[in-house]
């Protein structure tokens, strides 16, 4: 009968070719579809700080009050798989030491709910499922994956419009360095709001149309290079409300200079980001890499040993003495 070859080359060889067909597959299918934005996000960011804002009550502009700014994020999943996009629901709240935190975010000072649609490879906008507002830009929740250093387009919601931010090097934020981002808004108007006519230096008009301007001091953002997450942002707004037609600011709503994210959010925001990036560094490289170099280590070892076998004698005769005539 013919001699039963030995298991070990014939495992070594199976081990070795199912790790080159893994390699193949984590380079070139699992790495791709890990670097996208999810649809099931559910987080909260938190900015505090300080500075003016008008008190109805008291009819003026109060200096020194805190101001809260609180960002939920949560991923609308069936709309998502049905567009394939990256659909998020947006609820914006800005509170003063009077209303945070509300127990309904509608009783908060500013309420602001919008809907953003993006591309989950690339992060430009979609215009789908019903988005409001119409996003532009390459930055608002989040950058683009793999971010570059260069100037970005980022939409800041309250302008309605985008911003330019500048490259500005690195800064380490809870030990994590990130990729640094500037850029400050010239005053724009952004709107019209219906106030009465004493309160804008028109007594005798009744109710006015004031114009709503808005500016921003400074935003400061630090973004993981590999995912594009936000680990730290800062911004200092400045709204306020003009007489129509004037050059200058009648009534300041809100004005600030620092308004960033809390202790908490920081340290949440980095550890995701470590948490993603290790991933996405793990399938850029390492993973694939070594699973091709250890399966055709293990091929070829598998290979050698059964070419070995075959030639061994007797491997391929009938075992036994030779038959004599």
Same mark, same amino acid.
């Given at each position: ?6 298991? +070990?080359?014939?495992? @070594? @060889? ?7 067909? @893994? ?22 960011? $938190? ?41 998020? #629901? ?9 209303? +945070? ?36 830009? #390459? ?54 709001? @219906? $106030? ?12 006015? +149309? ?13 973004? #993981? ?7 730290? +942002? ?92």
């Amino acid at each position: 009968m013919r001699r039963r070859v030995r298991p +070990a080359p014939l495992v @070594l @060889l199976g081990l070795g070719t199912f790790l080159l067909v @893994l390699a193949s597959l984590l380079a070139w299918y699992v790495a791709p579809r890990a670097a996208v934005n999810p649809i099931d996000i559910d987080t909260t960011a $938190v900015y505090v700080g300080t500075g003016s804002v008008f008190d109805a009550d008291q009819v003026r502009t109060v200096p020194g009050q805190r101001i809260t700014v609180t960002q939920r994020v949560r991923g609308d999943v069936a709309d998502s798989e049905h567009s394939g996009a990256a659909v998020w #629901d947006v609820t914006t709240t800005v509170d003063t030491g009077r209303t +945070a935190p509300a127990a309904d975010p509608h009783g908060a000072l500013e309420f602001m709910p919008a809907r953003w649609v993006t591309n989950r490879r690339t992060n430009e906008p979609v215009h789908c499922c019903h988005e409001s507002p119409t996003f532009e830009g #390459d930055a608002y929740l989040k950058f683009p994956f793999d971010v570059g250093r260069h100037s970005y387009q980022w939409w800041d919601d309250s302008l309605g419009s985008t911003v330019t931010l500048h490259y500005a090097g690195t800064r380490k934020v809870q030990g994590y360095t990130g990729y640094r981002f500037t850029g400050t808004v010239a005053p724009a108007r952004v709107g019209i709001r @219906l $106030v009465p006519g004493v309160l804008v230096g028109r007594p005798a008009a009744g109710q006015v +149309a004031a114009e709503e301007w808005y500016s921003n001091h400074g935003i400061e953002l630090v973004v #993981d290079q590999r995912t594009g997450r936000v680990i730290y +942002a800062r911004v200092g707004p400045r709204r306020t409300l003009r007489a129509p037609g004037a050059t200058k600011d009648a009534v300041v709503l809100l004005d600030s200079r620092n308004i960033a994210f809390d202790t908490a959010t920081q340290r949440d925001q980095v550890r995701q980001a470590r948490r993603e990036s290790g991933r996405l560094r793990l399938l850029d490289g390492p993973l694939p890499v070594g699973a091709a170099v250890a399966g055709f280590v293990l091929a070829v070892a598998g290979g050698v040993l059964l070419v070995r076998e075959r030639r061994e004698p007797g491997t391929s005769g009938l075992s036994g003495p030779a038959p004599t005539m």
